[in-house]
């Protein structure tokens, strides 16, 4: 019976004991990054490490400051293979409004069967209502840019982006997984940073 009760809970702590491994295989994948220290930029505090099944894609916001330069790369230092076939977005949700047609409604005197004076709502006709709505305005896809493993930008205000990262499928199946049999994919999101170029005139 004991070795029942072992059995069981080796099967059953097993997928949770496989994860936190790749997670821990992966911690700090970003460090190992390139870096553009030559180009002036310093590590910031917003860059992200995890891991990947190969097919799946992941979103994490960050937050840009206006006048700001900012260097944003993925890496897999584990699967060189991957090197520039990894997939990126930019995507920033704008708000937006617009007018929409909504029924709208009156209420109405009637008598049921007993001959009780009873209210209820009816059409009465459209009415125009503003609505606000997130529209995501992709702002950079590396697939449109020869499949460039970093972008610099500048923002001209502070705003919230979101960063898409997608790592391709293993069509093959030939990839090593270097992750306990699996095929998860240790990558890193490294975020940058500098002062950016101010234009015009200054004292």
């Known amino acids: 019976m004991k070795n029942l009760i072992l059995l069981l809970s080796i099967i059953i702590t097993a997928p949770v004991s ?43 916001s960050i937050v840009v400051y206006k006048n700001m330069e900012y ?18 977005k930019i995507v920033e949700y704008v708000t937006k409004g617009t007018w929409v047609e909504k029924p709208k409604y009156k209420e109405e005197t009637y008598e049921d069967e007993e001959g009780m004076e009873q209210t209820r709502k009816v059409e009465d006709g459209l009415e125009k209502k503003r609505v606000y709505i997130k529209e995501p305005v ?16 500048q923002s001209n205000q502070t705003r919230k982006l979101s960063v ?40």
């Open 138 to 153: 992709v702002r950079y896809d590396n697939t449109k840019d020869e499949m460039s493993q970093n972008f610099i930008f």
């Open 18 to 60: 496989f994860w936190t491994q790749s997670q821990s295989e992966c911690y700090k994948t970003v460090t190992y990054c390139p870096v553009g220290k030559k180009l002036g930029f310093t590590h910031n505090m917003q860059s992200f490490s995890g891991a990947f099944e190969q097919g799946d894609t992941s979103e994490v």
């Open 71 to 88: 260097r944003i790369s993925v890496c897999s230092p584990s699967h060189r293979e991957l090197e520039g076939k990894l997939q990126f």
């Open 164 to 203: 898409k990262v997608y790592v391709p499928d293993d069509e093959d199946d030939e990839m090593s997984s270097g992750l306990s049999g699996s095929n998860y994919v240790c990558v890193g999101l490294l975020v940058e940073h500098q002062p950016g170029i101010i234009t015009g005139f200054s004292r």
